[in-house]
Nanobody
């Protein structure tokens, strides 16, 4: 089993920044992809960004330039740096790990962008 714990969410003013973290533990495989998704109230969960164990990254087109995903393989942790936040970024942000043809999800962390 794999456990994912997200942290770093909170309340931030428009234009501000937050850095989310997701720590993975349990039966971890070296070949993996970790990703961030978000779900706003009343909306479907949407892809934000992903990073492979090789370091290759990809982003939702609408978020390129504002969000940056990075990883620390030694600590099995992935980060999401979010800059220039907008009220539309308000959502629960979930971490996902893909390995050995299985997906694992964290509980999520709330991000609220409001003045």
């Amino acid at each position: 089993q794999v456990q994912l714990v997200e942290s770093g969410g909170g309340l931030v003013q428009p234009g501000g920044s937050l850095r989310l973290s997701c720590a993975a533990s349990g039966m971890l495989f070296a070949i993996n992809t970790m990703a961030w998704y978000r779900q706003a109230p009343g909306k479907q969960r949407e892809f934000v960004a992903a990073i492979q164990n090789t370091g290759h990254t990809r982003y939702a087109d609408s978020l390129k330039g504002r969000f940056t995903i990075s990883g620390d393989n030694a600590r099995n942790t992935v980060f999401l740096q979010m800059n220039s936040l907008e009220p539309e970024d308000t959502a629960v942000y979930h971490c996902k790990r893909e390995q050995d043809r299985a997906d694992y999800w964290g509980q999520g962390t709330q991000v609220t962008v409001s003045s």
